[in-house]
Structures are given as structure tokens and as C-alpha cells.
């Protein structure tokens, strides 16, 4: 019987041989980018190589862009999940890396295959989802409504940072646009007559950006004023705010509503003006906050080390630049790790920089070794039933507290 390790070298080997095709990947969907739900070239690639690799694939599974893969020998034992994204960035592509993300689900998935097929008994059973719109579209979220997860024991992915980090300093974010109405007129004839909807939002901008002061560690907003008039000498009689609100746990983001939306209802107010404030939810729901599961992540930071990565300290780890992403969405329903990778870079997400950074080989040779570290920790898992009660158990105490 082939021990725990036997089927990690096993898998490391299988990605191994599997590089080229691998960075064929990762460089296909880094020179196609491809917005939410527009993901048709990668959706194709990707579905195309697992077919290819002995994997029954579902295409547009629940979304058009969506798919499922799974490799299931007697559709019997745990069902493990590894996460692939591959939506890019309005006007600078890839610059969140889900080129890097795609290669890495699919390169851990090829590992776990592997160790699978060369075990004795029967270690479970792989489900690979490819997720479309992680970039705001929040396509995990519909595809949890739609019961993706309902069956699955734990999931993973990983996301290219400029730091390494198991435990992802990963918040809640909800999306809010506040539209005033007021009344046009000559800015220069007629001024008295004119309701001005830009000062409204003027005024909504500055109490938000007053207030920040008295929030809460970690309570986060950041907005733009979308429109405000077309032509200096007419009085605009509409305006919109576009703001993204953020905070560390779910029980914060009520209050944070309410408070940003007392700053916009009393602008409308101090300029006659009114106003629709619209809480962006999808199926009902907004970006949840990621609980990493402690278990789980010991054993990635103890399998990236065999790699010769050291992670930070955890209390490293939690003072690194947060985000957020419907990934956070999974770990509330299954247990989930969301660990960074550190690629060659300085640049933040989100920035010409970082999608250069992405398509070096220093990135997929990281990502290679992200990928080598999910397949691990789940020949882990799955060799040990209960260690997987242990990470069911410790997900159920986080989510009482």
C-alpha cells in the first residue's frame, strides 16, 4: 500500500511532466483576457483539457462560462474541490493573475489525479470547478444558489500576492450606488431655479470621507462620483455615486450600511434634492468574508515548506493589505483555505504592474509550486479520514462564533 508521501511524490511528478502544457495554459488565458461572464475562450481551453486528461466534464455547468470536472474511480469516499478563476480586469488584463489561478487548479488537479489512480484503496473523489466573474460578478455566490457545494467535503484555491499568506487577510465587500435627483437650469441665468444633484453627491462624498475617521479597525470604504452633469453651465439634475464598502466579519456590515446610508439620505436632504440608494446583493447575498480553516492551512504551510517555502508568522500574515472575494462565499458553507503565493513583484493587485508580474516565468514556476502544495495537503486529507472530521469539526466551531 503506497504511503502518504509515496502519493505526494507521485502527484509531484505527474505535475512535473505535465509543465509545458501547464504554461500553455496559464500564457492562452494571460494573451485571450476575458471579462465576467465573457470567459469563452478560457471556458473552452480548460474544459478541452480536462476531457482530455480523463476527466468527465460538465460545460456551462449552472453559468455559461461555469464547469464542472470530476474524477470520481467509484463515485464513493470524500469529495475534495480545487477552484479555478479566469475572468481578467477592464482595460489591464490579468491583473489579479487568474492566469496564474487557472494553471494552478489545473496543475493540482492533475497531482491529485495521479495519487489517486497509483492508491491501493480509494482516497475520495475530485471536483474541479472552473468559476467564472470572481472580478465583481461574484459567479461562486450563483453557483452556491445553485448547489454546487452542497456535497463537497473542502475546497481550495490559491491567488497570486506580493506576499506569501496562508491566512488571507480576506473581508466582507458590499457594492452601493446612491442616484440624485434634482432639477436642471441656466447655471448663469437662472441659478435660483435649479436643484443641484452634483452638490449632492458632492456633499454625500465629503460626510463618507469625514466619517472615516470614527470607523472601526477595518472598516473600509471607497468610492468615485460616476456622473455628475454633462455641460458647466447647466445645473445638474443628476448625479451617482458608485462605493464599495467593506468590513472584517458579516455582523459589521449592517452597521456600516446604515451609517453610509445616513450620509447619503442627509445630503439629498441638506440639497433638496432625492435620492435611490441601491445595495448591490447577488441572489441575495453580498462578498463574505473568508474563514480560513486552521487545520487545513497548518498542513498547506507544512507541505510548502518540503518545497522550500517558509511562510510568514500568522500574526505576519493578518497585518498583510486585505481585499475581497466571493471565495469568501464557500468558506462560510464548507471548510476552505484561500492562500497567497508571493510572485516577483511590489505592485498591488489590480495594476498594470502586477499584470506585467504575471506573465513571467518567476510566476508560474511560484504557481507551479502553489499548485504542487494543494495537491499535497489533499493526499493529506484524503488519506486520513480522521484528520477530515477533525477539519469538519473546526470548521463548525468557527462558524459558532
Known amino acids: ?18 509543465e509545458s502544457n501547464l504554461l500553455m495554459i496559464n500564457r492562452e488565458i494571460l494573451n485571450n483576457p476575458e471579462l465576467k461572464y465573457e470567459e469563452f475562450k478560457a471556458h473552452q481551453l480548460l474544459t478541452d483539457f480536462f476531457e482530455k486528461a480523463g476527466f468527465h466534464v460538465d460545460r456551462s455547468y449552472t453559468l ?12 464513493q469516499g470524500p469529495k475534495a474541490c480545487v477552484i479555478c478563476e479566469y475572468d481578467a480586469l477592464p482595460g489591464i488584463g490579468h491583473a489579479c493573475g487568474h492566469n496564474l489561478i487557472a494553471e494552478a487548479g489545473v496543475a493540482a488537479a492533475l497531482g491529485i489525479k495521479a495519487a489517486m489512480e497509483a492508491s491501493d484503496i480509494n482516497l475520495g473523489q475530485l471536483i474541479v470547478y472552473g468559476t467564472p466573474a470572481e472580478e465583481g460578478g ?13 456535497d463537497i467535503d473542502f475546497a481550495m484555491m490559491v491567488h497570486p500576492f506580493p506576499f506569501d499568506a496562508t491566512y488571507g487577510n480576506l473581508i466582507c465587500l458590499q457594492r452601493v450606488t446612491a442616484t440624485y435627483h434634482g432639477k436642471s437650469s441656466h447655471a448663469a441665468a437662472f441659478p435660483w431655479e435649479g436643484v443641484n444633484a452634483l452638490d449632492a453627491a458632492v456633499h454625500a462624498y465629503t460626510a463618507l470621507s469625514l466619517m472615516r475617521q ?6 473600509k470604504i471607497h468610492g468615485i462620483i460616476a456622473e455628475g452633469g454633462t455641460m458647466p453651465n447647466i445645473i445638474p439634475a443628476t448625479s451617482k455615486l458608485d462605493y464599495f464598502i467593506r468590513a472584517p466579519l458579516m455582523r459589521d456590515m ?6 453610509c446610508e445616513a450620509c447619503f439620505r442627509g445630503a439629498a436632504e441638506a440639497t433638496g434634492c432625492t435620492v435611490d440608494i ?3 446583493r447577488i441572489e441575495g447575498d453580498y462578498f463574505q468574508d473568508v474563514i480560513t480553516n486552521p487545520i487545513m492551512a497548518d498542513l498547506y504551510e507544512k507541505n510548502v515548506a518540503t518545497l522550500g517555502l517558509v511562510m510568514p508568522s500568522r500574526a505576519e500574515q493578518l497585518t498583510f493589505p486585505s481585499g475581497s472575494t466571493d471565495m469568501g462565499n464557500v468558506s462560510h458553507i464548507l471548510p476552505t483555505i484561500h492562500p497567497f503565493y508571493a510572485i516577483d513583484t511590489e505592485a498591488a493587485n489590480h495594476t498594470p504592474e502586477f499584470t506585467k508580474a504575471s506573465s513571467t516565468m518567476q510566476a508560474h514556476q511560484q504557481t507551479i509550486i502553489a499548485a504542487k502544495t494543494m495537491a499535497m495537503t489533499t493526499i493529506d486529507i484524503l488519506t486520513d479520514y480522521n484528520l477530515l472530521e477533525s477539519i469538519k469539526l473546526q470548521f463548525n466551531a468557527q462558524k459558532s462564533l
Not at 64 to 75: E, G, H, K, L, Q
Not at 138 to 150: D, E, L, N, W
Not at 254 to 259: N, T, Y
Open 1 to 18: 500500500m503506497a504511503s502518504p508521501q509515496e502519493l505526494k511524490a507521485i502527484a509531484v511528478q505527474s505535475i512535473d511532466k505535465e
Open 138 to 150: 461574484g459567479g461562486k455566490i450563483k453557483m452556491i444558489h445553485s448547489g454546487c457545494f452542497k
Open 278 to 280: 441601491a445595495f448591490e
Open 64 to 75: 455559461p462560462t461555469a464547469f464542472r470536472a470530476v474524477y470520481s474511480p467509484n463515485d
Open 254 to 259: 449592517q452597521e456600516l450600511q446604515d451609517k
Open 214 to 219: 470614527q470607523m472601526k479597525s477595518g472598516w
